[in-house]
């Protein structure tokens, strides 16, 4: 089992910036995928950015060139790097995690994750 904690989440005005941080429990698996996702109120969750086993991102359009994922295997810890926010940004962002011994990609398909934070929240005023 792997729990999962985000951090880092807070209220800027449109045009900041903010880093989320997702600290891993453990993980028992050589291969991880990870990803960002985020929920803005009376909307579905949608994916933000991920990386997969072999370290390549993927990004939701919206965010392209604003947001920066990257991960710290020593630490276990996943980040977001969010800049030039904009209030659409506004939403819970949530980390979640997949560990298994074989070669894992993702994306932004959400069932592929099995290992979910609480979530943070972020909120852009303009």
């Known amino acids: 089992q792997v729990q999962l904690v985000e951090s880092g989440g807070g209220s800027v005005q449109a045009g900041g910036s903010l880093r989320l941080s997702c600290a891993a429990s453990r993980y028992t698996h050589s291969r991880r995928c990870v990803a960002w996702f985020r929920q803005a109120p009376g909307k579905e969750r949608e994916g933000v950015a991920a990386i997969d086993s072999d370290g390549r991102t993927t990004y939701v359009e919206t965010v392209k060139g604003r947001f920066t994922i990257s ?28 560990q298994g011994p074989y070669f894992c990609s993702f994306g932004l398909w959400e069932a592929g994750y099995a290992y979910w934070g609480q979530g943070t929240q972020v909120t852009v005023s303009s």
């Open 71 to 98: 991960q710290d295997n020593a630490k276990n810890i996943l980040y977001l790097q969010m800049n030039g926010l904009k209030p659409e940004d506004t939403a819970t962002y949530y980390c979640a995690a997949y």
